[in-house]
């Protein structure tokens, strides 16, 4: 077995928002793959919060994080490094009027298709049952 030096394990909170049967993704700029939005959670914050917290940052608007949804582990190899990272997904509940405009130069926000989410190049690919059936 190859060793691998971790840094330890990302928690990171993820959100299902849900809208006319479109879901919505984030997107590196420079990537072909999503991801749901969210981020990490700090030390001493709940998820729930730190998916607010991102959603705000991300975007800027006011969210909240409702129903629990599932928990999603991940490891995968950046830039040469191991990862590892726990997903805590939650209903995420926005506006609808709320524009879904990406505050970072970075990232970009889009609704995709729910009956089309295998397209999407969802990471980790364990979301798309999650995806598939929250309610919305």
Known sequence: ??????????????????????????KAKSSTTT??????????????????????????????ASDFLGVVENSFTQHGKPHAEVNLVYKLVIDPSAPTVSQEDWIEFLWWDVADIASA???????????QSCPG
């Open 121 to 131: 190049r969802l990471l980790p690919s364990e979301m798309i049952p999650i995806v």
């Open 35 to 64: 991801y749901l939005p969210g981020g990490h959670v700090e030390f001493g914050e709940k998820a729930r919060q730190a998916l607010v917290r991102e959603v705000r940052e991300e975007m800027g608007i006011p969210s909240a």
């Open 1 to 26: 077995m190859q060793e691998y030096e971790l840094a330890g394990i990302e928690v990171i909170a993820r959100g299902v928002a849900k809208r006319g049967g479109k879901v919505l993704l984030c």
